[in-house]
């Protein structure tokens, strides 16, 4: 054994790697659009819709007309044939929003991004094994928001993009002589250090009509990975990773004091990472809200995508919501069904709860 560690300890010093560095074969996985149960529920309709009661991963300024300090919490449960998806989410998506005075106000936001949940072969030189992945990716938003007029308001932030991975690597040599195999045993981990990028928003809110965009530049930042061998001998070695600009844009309208119909508009550029690409694209999403009195809140959408993670994907979705004490709290339920590809399909429900408390006494 002392033997087996020394040669091990000599490959891994010259070579770095081996076997060498398999990323795992699906990427980050399959991504989920940013934003809170009441735009899930209405088919990710966000960008232009006034919110007082989550921050959004569209658009910030959205919720620029917010009077309390507000704090949600929700979590996602998925039945679905996208094995990347396989198990619970990383974290729950909270929101944060904090008025402050002169029309400031402060915002924060954490979502999950993606899941990694995948089996690989493993197949070299002189052997072969597998390696199983576990992980997944993370988007969090902090920055301000600025009221200057009745109906008009910017944001200014930062998005910030990371994640992590772990691999648990089996690999046997090949053995032409028959003798006793000799396995060996290894663990691959991937941390993409946070990317920050600067993002502005901007959001016209009118009786009737509402309106906002954003945009978020690239970001960069390190991938750094660790290989941890039997036998306490390890190799390291750090890549840099990028991910594009995204734009956002949206528009809603209240057709009747009850209803409120809204219309979003996603484009971003082909994202590279761990040795796969998701394809550059765009999706549409429309979605209505119906308060029907007493505090409830009936809503539905559809999110039809081009490119991206799922092309060609159709999303339809639904919920209901129920203000508590006055709008103090609130309860939010979503769930929604989505199909792609060779008869594919997802299911998705998504709980939130939120409470709240007027600390400025507007």
């Given at each position: 054994?002392?033997?087996?560690?020394?040669?091990?300890?000599?490959?891994?010093?010259?070579?770095?790697?081996?076997?060498?560095?398999?990323?795992?074969?699906?990427?980050?996985?399959?991504?989920?659009?940013s934003?809170?149960?009441r735009?899930?529920?209405?088919?990710?309709?966000?960008?232009?819709?006034p919110?007082?009661?989550?921050?959004?991963?569209?658009?910030?300024?959205?919720?620029?007309?917010?009077?309390?300090?507000?704090?949600?919490?929700?979590?996602?449960?998925?039945?679905?044939?996208?094995?990347?998806?396989?198990?619970?989410?990383?974290?729950?998506?909270?929101?944060v929003?904090?008025?402050?005075?002169?029309?400031?106000?402060?915002s924060?936001?954490?979502?999950?991004?993606?899941?990694?949940?995948?089996?690989?072969?493993?197949v070299?030189?002189?052997?072969?094994?597998?390696?199983?992945?576990?992980?997944?990716?993370?988007?969090?938003?902090?920055?301000?928001?600025?009221?200057?007029?009745?109906?008009?308001?910017?944001?200014?932030?930062?998005?910030?993009?990371?994640?992590?991975?772990?691999?648990?690597?089996?690999?046997?040599?090949?053995?032409?002589d028959?003798?006793?195999?000799?396995?060996?045993?290894?663990?691959?981990?991937?941390s993409?250090?946070?990317?920050?990028?600067?993002?502005?928003?901007?959001?016209?809110?009118?009786?009737?009509l509402?309106?906002?965009?954003?945009?978020?530049?690239?970001r960069?930042?390190?991938?750094?990975?660790?290989?941890?061998?039997?036998?306490?001998?390890?190799?390291?070695t750090?890549?840099?990773?990028s991910?594009?600009?995204?734009?956002?844009a949206?528009?809603?309208?209240?057709?009747?004091?009850?209803v409120?119909?809204?219309?979003?508009?996603?484009?971003?550029?082909?994202?590279?990472?761990?040795?796969?690409?998701?394809?550059?694209?765009?999706?549409?999403?429309?979605?209505?809200?119906?308060?029907?009195?007493?505090?409830?809140?009936?809503?539905?959408?559809?999110?039809?995508?081009?490119?991206?993670?799922?092309?060609?994907?159709?999303r339809?979705?639904?919920?209901?919501g129920?203000?508590?004490?006055?709008?103090?709290?609130?309860?939010?339920?979503?769930?929604?069904y989505?199909?792609?590809?060779?008869?594919?399909?997802?299911?998705?429900?998504?709980?939130?709860?939120?409470?709240?408390?007027?600390?400025?006494?507007?």
């Amino acid at each position: 054994m002392i033997i087996l560690n020394f040669l091990l300890a000599s490959l891994v010093s010259v070579s770095g790697f081996s076997p060498e560095f398999l990323p795992p074969s699906c990427g980050i996985g399959a991504e989920a659009a940013s934003g809170g149960v009441r735009a899930f529920s209405m088919g990710g309709v966000s960008a232009g819709v006034p919110d007082s009661n989550m921050v959004s991963g569209a658009n910030p300024s959205a919720s620029a007309w917010a009077v309390n300090t507000g704090l949600s919490w929700g979590t996602k449960v998925r039945e679905t044939e996208d094995l990347t998806w396989s198990g619970a989410s990383a974290f729950p998506d909270i929101s944060v929003i904090m008025p402050l005075p002169l029309g400031l106000q402060f915002s924060a936001l954490l979502s999950n991004r993606s899941r990694i949940n995948k089996e690989d072969a493993i197949v070299y030189d002189n052997g072969s094994g597998t390696i199983k992945w576990t992980g997944g990716s993370g988007e969090s938003y902090i920055g301000f928001t600025a009221r200057v007029s009745d109906h008009l308001a910017f944001s200014l932030g930062g998005k910030c993009f990371f994640g992590s991975a772990m691999g648990d690597a089996v690999t046997s040599p090949y053995n032409p002589d028959h003798s006793v195999p000799i396995s060996s045993i290894y663990r691959d981990d991937l941390s993409f250090s946070p990317s920050w990028g600067p993002i502005f928003g901007a959001f016209m809110n009118t009786e009737y009509l509402s309106a906002g965009f954003s945009i978020v530049t690239d970001r960069s930042g390190d991938l750094e990975i660790q290989r941890d061998y039997m036998g306490n001998f390890t190799a390291d070695t750090t890549f840099n990773y990028s991910v594009p600009g995204e734009l956002f844009a949206g528009v809603s309208a209240h057709v009747h004091p009850r209803v409120l119909l809204g219309l979003d508009f996603f484009a971003r550029k082909a994202l590279n990472l761990l040795g796969n690409t998701t394809e550059e694209g765009s999706y549409i999403a429309s979605g209505l809200e119906f308060a029907p009195g007493l505090g409830f809140r009936l809503r539905g959408g559809f999110r039809t995508m081009d490119g991206l993670w799922r092309d060609g994907a159709s999303r339809y979705s639904g919920g209901i919501g129920y203000l508590i004490a006055g709008d103090k709290a609130s309860l939010d339920v979503g769930v929604s069904y989505e199909t792609w590809g060779a008869d594919e399909s997802e299911t998705v429900v998504f709980a939130s709860i939120r409470t709240s408390e007027n600390w400025l006494g507007q």
